[in-house]
């Protein structure tokens, strides 16, 4: 796949300004927090400050990253802001409002890296690739153009990036370029073994118990190809989980064989819910979330309903299976 590379207006905010925030979506995920972690590397070896601000906190599990202890979290903006900044780096959000910061971000130039669908271009410079396999992929490419060598710590960052996006390389977007990025991050010091203990085999006791529950609300639609789940308040209660334990858990609907297509309802308040979607092939979820005011990838995708979660279920459940009768009427017919 071709890369596209980083255009000239964001290079040349990057050598003009000093001073940068950098932050990503809410309910940061692998990329988002790796990302967002390698490139106040690399702008710290250029010789600039930069502050990672994200709305929400950094999941226990991306917390072994180095400078994961110095992320400012929450809405209200870390000290200096925004006279003590030049400029605002906003990564793997299609729109300013993915970050939660909007009102505050707007105070500054904004730059904008991403490789979802359907980025709006919001920024004073736009880099959008959704070709890439990961953004971190995209900040490995910078780093290259910007001639900076990756550190250990920063290739860690990236390798996290790269295989939380591409699912452990299982997922459609585990292209050429996405094992290319990691043979060169291995060769920078990543440790793949390390990392993926560090993704996988460290669930806490409470996530298992609240997986538990969610499988126990498993239901089926359309003969076996869509599945649906719930995630409610009283299932966190009773097992003893946090929002960071729902981490990877809508990949085990996704694992039934006759599955193409799942959504994952968690419950967040009173007639709020938050849903994740995920799907196999060609059958197109972002499209259902970026309706919805979400966003996300082909494959993956995510968006909010002000709904109770049997609702939200039957309203997803019917997005799903329009997505798979589109697909369907896409598909090449057998001759």
């Keep these: 796949m071709t890369r596209i590379s980083p255009p000239e207006p964001l290079l040349k905010k990057l050598s003009e300004a000093e001073r940068f925030v950098i932050t990503s979506h809410l309910n940061p ?8 972690l390698a490139l106040a590397r690399l702008l710290r070896r250029l010789g600039k400050v930069s502050q990672v601000w994200l709305h929400d906190p950094v999941p226990s599990i991306y917390r072994k990253l180095a400078g994961s202890d110095r992320v400012h979290v929450g809405s209200e903006p870390p000290p200096g802001f925004p006279g003590s900044f030049n400029a605002a780096i906003a990564l793997e959000c299609p729109s300013l409002s993915r970050s939660g910061l909007e009102e505050s971000l707007s105070e500054l130039e904004v730059l904008n890296i991403d490789h979802h669908l359907g980025n709006e271009s919001y920024g004073v410079a736009n880099w959008v690739d959704t070709s890439a396999p990961a953004l971190g992929e995209m900040i490995q ?7 900076l060598p990756l550190d250990p710590g920063t290739a860690a960052c990236l390798m996290v990036a790269l295989v939380s996006d591409t699912g452990g390389f299982r997922f459609s977007n585990a292209s050429d370029r996405a094992f290319e990025a990691a043979a060169e991050l291995v060769r920078k010091g990543a440790e793949p073994q390390k990392i993926s203990q560090w993704l996988y085999e460290t669930r806490s006791a409470a996530s298992l118990r609240l997986l538990q529950e969610m499988l126990a609300s498993l239901e089926l639609h359309e003969n076996g190809r869509i599945a649906t789940a719930l995630l409610t308040r009283a299932m966190f209660e009773r097992s003893g989980a946090t929002a960071e334990d729902t981490e990877g858990l809508v990949e085990f609907p996704r694992s039934i064989a006759t599955v193409e297509a799942v959504g994952l309802i968690r419950e967040t308040g009173e007639q709020q819910t938050k849903v994740s979607l995920r799907s196999r092939d060609r059958v197109n979820v972002e499209e259902i979330a970026r309706r919805s005011g979400g966003g996300g990838h082909r494959n993956a995708a995510g ?20 997505a798979l009768e589109k697909h369907d009427a896409q598909r090449p017919s057998a001759d």
Excluded: I, M
């Design 303 to 322: 968006y909010r309903l002000d709904a109770n979660p049997e609702q939200a279920r039957a309203a997803v459940a019917a997005e799903l299976a329009g």
């Design 29 to 36: 995920d692998g990329d988002a927090v790796g990302s967002s």
């Design 141 to 147: 490419t910078l780093a290259e153009k910007l001639k």
